[in-house]
């Protein structure tokens, strides 16, 4: 099925979203939709499966006019819409989320699709206990029980590892080459280059035309092609963090086992992986939000051989309070969680961006500098749960830099950023480390490894440095 979006416009509270839009999507191939945060991606994509209706335009599908009322609508049509978030109910079993909606199940069909997408999974799993990659799955899974002819994917990579990308898109191909048409949300230009027949790039609620993916990604990616070479204060002054043997066994999430790892000042420490191998066990640790038993040793050197502090984890707690205050490390921390672990939905900007700064007389002027420094249009007087997610990331990420820390620990630093955004923040936490920042970096996925001095994956809850 052939889909063409027409002249389509949209406008929220006076300001346009999307403006005369065109776009042609052709049966049997995979479309990629690239574009800044608040581009009109989503919204293009809530339009297409009936979730939102244009003020003007026309949805055309292999040339007829067609008017959706409902997402219901748009599925009885072919059209499926698979979110980032899955929407799935986590008290029911896997197999009974893929019935939800389907009028006559065929169970011939529901076996059929299981076996190419949940093969590891047991339909009788509550999702509940399912991590974010297997929901995501689920939810393909009963997207494709729909018989789509038009399949939308909301950045569907971004809690996968490689391997489970080259899984997904294989089979994507796979079904385009018979007729699907895949339309496919996504920052990743890596991604788009790899698996897309088309690349559409939208700019403020238009196709941005005459613009080729070459000179998009030469745009986006120069500043990850060089690090800074800004040389650091006298090596005898260096500090080191290490963290020693390190073992956590949370009851309700993966375990870390016996982990070695270690950076300097001046350096980017990468660990890669996914939550369900432990990552976010080492984010609530190194965030002071683990609460469960532990093993290890964390200490802190100046130079080669000056002991600084050293916490045995078995007896002493370790938290932010003392890092800050017993280490005396500045320190900021940017969370995967920046809507409730970062901020507040119901805070205001300026609340949250001058929670931690000590001139109170200036917090209004404070946070428009930092507001003006993530280059976001928005008061510090309005609420944070006005910000898109992208914006947010700025935010926090601006507010905990500011004041060159010492420490820096980044949990998903570039996700929800569109390709621009993601390659600004990355060249500047390589400027900060220049400046002699100590940088941790917990990321699932994309995070330009040519940025970094040391790089270690996570498998199992086990950590193995890259070579």
Same mark, same amino acid.
């Not at 997904?168 to 895949?182: I, R, S």
């Not at 980017?268 to 190194?286: H, K, V």
């Not at 992208?390 to 905990?400: A, F, K, S, V």
């Given at each position: ?44 994509? @809530? ?49 009974? @989320? ?105 700019? @403020? ?113 370790? @938290? ?148």
């Amino acid at each position: 099925m052939n889909l063409e979006l027409k002249d389509i416009s949209l406008s929220f509270s006076h300001k346009a979203v999307l403006d005369c839009l065109n776009l042609q999507f052709s049966q049997g191939q995979i479309h990629g939709l690239l574009g800044e945060n608040g581009a009109g991606k989503s919204t293009t994509a @809530n339009i297409i499966c009936g979730e939102l209706k244009p003020q003007k335009g026309q949805i055309l599908l292999d040339g007829k006019e067609v008017i959706f009322n409902s997402p219901k609508e748009a599925i009885e049509h072919g059209i499926c819409y698979v979110h980032q978030r899955p929407m799935l109910s986590e008290s029911l079993t896997v197999k009974e @989320n893929l019935l939800l909606g389907v009028h006559k199940p065929d169970m011939n069909k529901i076996q059929q699709e299981a076996d190419i997408w949940l093969k590891d999974i047991n339909l009788k799993t509550s999702v509940k206990k399912l991590g974010q990659d297997s929901r995501f799955f689920v939810s393909l899974c009963g997207a494709f029980l729909r018989n789509p002819k038009i399949l939308i994917l909301d950045e569907p990579t971004a809690l996968l590892n490689e391997a489970q990308r080259e899984f997904l898109f294989t089979n994507l191909q796979k079904l385009a080459e018979n007729g699907l048409n895949v339309i496919v949300i996504t920052h990743s230009i890596k991604e788009a280059k790899n698996y897309c027949n088309t690349i559409s790039f939208l700019e @403020n609620g238009h196709l941005k035309e005459d613009f080729s993916l070459e000179e998009f990604s030469i745009k986006v990616e120069t500043s990850v092609k060089e690090k800074e070479s800004d040389k650091l204060i006298n090596t005898q002054e260096i500090k080191q963090l290490e963290f020693r043997n390190i073992t956590v066994k949370p009851s309700k999430s993966p375990a870390i086992n016996n982990i070695n790892f270690s950076v300097k000042q001046g350096q980017i420490l990468l660990i890669q992986g996914l939550a369900e191998d432990g990552l976010s066990t080492i984010e609530n640790l190194l965030t002071g939000m683990s609460t469960e038993k532990k093993e290890g040793t964390i200490i802190l050197r100046q130079g080669a051989e000056k002991l600084l502090h050293s916490i045995n984890l078995k007896y002493e707690p370790f @938290n932010t309070r003392i890092l800050r205050n017993k280490m005396k490390l500045s320190t900021g921390i940017v969370p995967t969680d920046k809507k409730f672990r970062g901020s507040n939905p119901d805070l205001t900007i300026e609340q949250i961006l001058t929670a931690g700064n000590k001139d109170q007389k200036n917090t209004f002027s404070y946070a428009k500098k930092l507001i003006s420094l993530s280059n976001i249009n928005i008061t510090p007087a309005e609420k944070a749960k006005n910000l898109s997610g992208g914006m947010l990331q700025r935010l926090i990420y601006n507010r905990e830099i500011i004041s060159s820390p010492e420490l820096l620990i980044l949990c998903q630093p570039l996700q929800g950023l569109d390709s621009s955004a993601a390659s600004q923040i990355s060249s500047s936490i390589r400027k900060t480390a220049s400046k002699g920042s100590m940088v941790i970096v917990l990321s699932s996925r994309d995070f330009p490894e040519e940025y970094c001095d040391k790089i270690y994956n996570l498998k199992n809850g086990k950590l193995q440095e890259a070579q």
